[in-house]
């Protein structure tokens, strides 16, 4: 027998390194780069997709930004009144908006002698109602001088107690007919609209739903409709059509409750309104397309109602560049307003009232006699804005002259 011991063989050598083809000496670390990969994979996807959710929510944040921006313009604080401005009586006033939402402020700037007949300021989108380029407190100076009421108000966005948004005039209407109705509860029989950018666009608006309104003068008329809105906006932010566009009245909407199509943009724009309108717009006015007045002043049939298309005119700037001719033109057809109306009040008075009768178009009686501002020139003198009409009254002239004013820049 052999007692010879064997000698231990050591387990690594015991089996062959080909006995299991499938394990090598490094298999013991897939597993676990496989999940080092997945885990990467796994942490690169929710990177991205946080960057895409960050990216999403800055884009929405801007837009909302732009939105919250033109739903509350920054509008200076009034710096003046009437009295220190002009050395012109007034009185604050304050009442409801038609629809009861919102509160006006404004101030009342009663004729020196009694006057039935009264002026409503409209202000510009971005101003109050001192809007100092037009300019509100030279022309409030004027019609003053002329026997006329005057009636300026901040419409809500740019009040300093009770604000609201703007609402591209659809709220501001509302505002404007309880100005309306304010100076006829004052004894108003004549109220003039005398409406700037948006506040002229906003006076088409209002005189949608009220018979109040005798006639209205439009300076560089803007209204609010989807594609004006997003110029203007261009003008400050190069912005894509899409999404910018959609977004930014989708926010808007959100802040101020009211959406781009409950404007009545086109309704306006399709109205034969009864009443005179003067519509009055540059050329080179890079805010409110001068095409889209020209449409609506197209559309008027009222034989009052007249268009000056001012040459090489920007934006709320028209009087400053031809302040005498302006003065000269809004006096003569604002005279040939008040005549209408006399007319028609004389007639009323002395007839049976006839709920069909038709609106008067004669104006043979328009003449010299009784007017406030002298003599009426022929409608065709004053249609063309290469022939501005001539007033022959020297108290007239002295107001035209008074129109020299020094020049202004709006607000940026």
Do not use: C
Not at 288 to 297: D, F, H, K
Not at 301 to 321: A, C, D, K, Y
């Amino acid at each position: 027998m052999n007692t010879s011991m064997l000698a231990p063989t050591p387990l690594e050598d015991a089996f062959s390194h080909n006995v299991h083809p499938g394990l090598t000496a490094n298999s013991e670390l897939y597993p676990r780069t496989a999940g080092i990969h997945v885990r990467r994979r796994h942490v690169a996807a929710a990177i991205l997709s946080s960057l895409v959710a960050l990216s999403i929510l800055a884009v929405l944040a801007f837009h909302g930004f732009i939105a919250w921006q033109l739903a509350y313009p920054y509008v200076a604080p009034l710096g003046s009144n009437p009295s220190l401005a002009k050395n012109l009586a007034y009185h604050d006033v304050a009442f409801p908006s038609e629809s009861g939402r919102t509160t006006v402020h404004g101030w009342y700037i009663p004729s020196a002698s009694p006057s039935e007949r009264t002026i409503v300021f409209s202000h510009g989108y971005g101003a109050n109602r001192e809007e100092t380029w037009v300019p509100m407190y030279e022309l409030a100076e004027l019609l003053h001088g002329l026997k006329y009421n005057v009636l300026m108000f901040d419409y809500g966005y740019a009040a300093s107690a009770d604000k609201s948004p703007a609402t591209g005039g659809r709220e501001e209407s509302q505002q404007l007919l309880a100005a309306v109705n304010y100076v006829k509860a004052e004894g108003a029989e004549e109220v003039v609209i005398w409406g700037f950018s948006m506040g002229a666009g906003t006076a088409l608006q209002a005189a949608l739903q009220t018979d109040a309104i005798d006639a209205m003068i439009l300076d560089s008329m803007f209204l609010t409709d989807s594609d004006t809105l997003f110029n203007n906006v261009t003008q400050l932010v190069n912005l894509p059509r899409f999404p910018s566009q959609p977004l930014i009245q989708t926010m808007l909407g959100l802040w101020t409750g009211t959406a781009i199509n409950d404007i009545p943009a086109e309704l306006v724009k399709q109205t034969t309104y009864s009443i005179p309108i003067y519509m009055i717009h540059g050329t080179e006015d890079n805010k409110a397309p001068v095409v889209m007045a020209e449409q609506i002043a197209a559309q008027q049939s009222n034989p009052l109602s007249r268009t000056w298309i001012v040459e090489g005119g920007h934006h709320e700037m028209l009087f400053r560049l031809h302040p005498r001719e302006y003065i000269q033109r809004a006096a003569v057809f604002l005279s040939q307003v008040h005549e209408v109306d006399t007319a028609v009040a004389t007639t009323v008075a002395h007839s049976v009232p006839d709920p069909a009768a038709e609106a008067v178009t004669d104006l043979s009686f328009v003449t010299e006699s009784d007017s406030p501002l002298g003599a009426v020139p022929d409608l065709a003198s004053v249609t063309s804005p290469d022939s501005p009409p001539h007033i022959s009254r020297s108290s007239t002239d002295t107001v035209i002259a008074a129109a020299d004013v020094p020049p202004s820049q709006p607000a940026q």
